[in-house]
C-alpha cells in the first residue's frame, strides 16, 4: 500500500480545507485509515480514524469530518472553522491486514493565520 496526501495550504483562521489521501496497492488490505499531525516542536497526534466507525481528537471534534470513499480509493479530511493551533504537517496513515501492517504517507502542510 502506498498513500499520497494533498490538499494543505495557507488559510485565515474561520476558513475551511480538505486534505485527501489517495491509496494505492493493495487497498483490499487497508484496516484502518488515519489523520495525523505534527506541529512545530510537538509530537505527532492522531486527529481522526475511519474503520468501522469514525473517532475524532477532542481538539478538533464538531469541526473536521473524516471520510473515506472506497471505489476512489481515497480518504478525506473536511477541516472547518480553522483555528492558528490546527497548523501543523497532516499525514494519512493506514493500518493493514498484511505487511508491513502501518503504512504512512508524506505531509502535507496546512498553515492557519490569526
Known amino acids: 500500500v502506498q498513500l499520497q496526501a494533498s490538499g494543505g495550504g495557507l488559510v485565515q483562521a474561520g476558513g475551511s480545507l480538505r486534505l485527501s489521501c489517495a491509496a494505492s496497492?493493495?487497498?483490499?488490505?487497508?484496516?484502518?485509515m488515519e489523520w495525523y499531525r505534527q506541529a512545530p516542536g510537538k509530537e505527532r497526534e492522531l486527529v481522526a480514524a475511519?474503520?468501522?466507525?469514525?473517532n475524532y481528537a477532542d481538539a478538533v471534534q464538531g469541526r473536521f469530518t473524516i471520510s473515506r470513499d472506497k471505489a476512489k480509493r481515497t480518504m478525506y479530511l473536511q477541516m472547518n472553522n480553522l483555528k492558528p493551533e490546527d497548523t501543523a504537517v497532516y499525514y494519512c496513515?493506514?493500518?493493514?491486514?498484511?505487511?508491513?501492517?502501518?503504512?504512512w504517507g508524506q505531509g502535507t502542510l496546512v498553515t492557519v493565520s490569526s
Open positions: 496513515h493506514a493500518v493493514t491486514t498484511t505487511l508491513p501492517f502501518y503504512v
Open positions: 496497492g493493495s487497498i483490499s488490505s487497508i484496516n484502518v
Open positions: 475511519i474503520g468501522g466507525r469514525t
